[in-house]
């Protein structure tokens, strides 16, 4: 169907859409016949029913006119179902040829024009242009340059700061040796903790 030429596609299009409704139209048709078919049993049911309920054995009779009921319905009920089906199969017959329909249309569509290519610069604008492209490589180079040198420095300042922390703390430390030398040569010792109070008992 692609290669067919863009009338005939429409055409065919036009029978498949009438035979489609022509479907439809025998669906609903049958819909009501099977509706109609439906009340003609009930109302035959609701004859025999009043009829059975003046003879002797009622629950006989009527138990009779509910079977028959229930076959009849049943009868309908599998046609229903057949019509649901071949409902369902139409539709999705018609989902599938709208989208080869479009399908069929994208194809036949002539590609989109390619956009120029961008005409080649001359040489005399290459030439002038060359040292700007220079400068800007340079300058990366600087830049990074520069970056190294600022992270140098940054690390030399971390460096000497836990330098003199650790030279702090062993200052400190060395202080704390000296004052606890000098409390033992001079016997101090540190008091002792007081004595815990008794507890009062009743």
């Given at each position: 169907?692609?290669?067919?030429?863009v009338?005939?596609?429409?055409?065919?299009?036009?029978l498949?859409?009438?035979?489609?409704?022509?479907?439809?139209?025998?669906?609903?048709g049958?819909?009501?016949?099977?509706?109609?078919?439906?009340?003609?049993?009930?109302?035959?049911?609701?004859?025999?029913?009043?009829?059975?309920?003046?003879?002797?054995?009622?629950?006989?009779?009527?138990?009779?006119?509910?079977?028959?009921?229930?076959e009849?319905?049943?009868?309908?009920?599998?046609?229903?179902?057949?019509?649901?089906?071949?409902?369902?199969?139409?539709?999705a017959?018609?989902?599938?040829?709208?989208?080869?329909?479009?399908?069929?249309?994208?194809?036949?569509?002539?590609?989109?024009?390619?956009?120029?290519?961008p005409?080649a610069?001359?040489?005399?604008?290459?030439?002038?242009?060359?040292?700007?492209?220079?400068?800007?490589?340079?300058?990366?180079?600087?830049n990074?340059?520069?970056?190294?040198?600022?992270?140098?420095?940054a690390?030399?300042?971390?460096?000497?700061?836990?330098?003199?922390?650790?030279?702090?703390?062993?200052?400190l430390?060395?202080?704390?040796?000296?004052?606890?030398?000098?409390?033992?040569?001079?016997?101090q010792?540190?008091?002792p903790?007081?004595?815990?109070?008794?507890?009062?008992?009743?």
């Amino acid at each position: 169907m692609r290669g067919w030429p863009v009338h005939l596609r429409k055409l065919i299009g036009g029978l498949l859409l009438a035979s489609t409704a022509a479907a439809a139209q025998d669906g609903a048709g049958e819909r009501t016949r099977i509706d109609a078919e439906r009340r003609q049993v009930e109302a035959r049911y609701a004859t025999e029913e009043s009829a059975c309920r003046q003879r002797f054995f009622v629950t006989s009779c009527i138990d009779d006119a509910k079977l028959r009921r229930r076959e009849a319905l049943d009868l309908l009920r599998q046609q229903e179902l057949a019509l649901d089906e071949a409902e369902r199969r139409r539709r999705a017959e018609e989902r599938l040829r709208a989208v080869e329909a479009r399908r069929a249309e994208v194809a036949a569509r002539p590609p989109a024009a390619s956009q120029p290519e961008p005409a080649a610069r001359s040489a005399p604008q290459a030439a002038a242009s060359a040292p700007e492209a220079t400068a800007a490589s340079e300058a990366p180079a600087a830049n990074s340059r520069t970056r190294d040198a600022s992270a140098a420095e940054a690390a030399a300042i971390r460096a000497a700061a836990s330098e003199r922390r650790r030279a702090e703390a062993a200052a400190l430390q060395a202080r704390i040796r000296e004052r606890e030398a000098a409390r033992a040569s001079a016997g101090q010792r540190s008091a002792p903790l007081p004595p815990r109070p008794e507890e009062v008992r009743p």
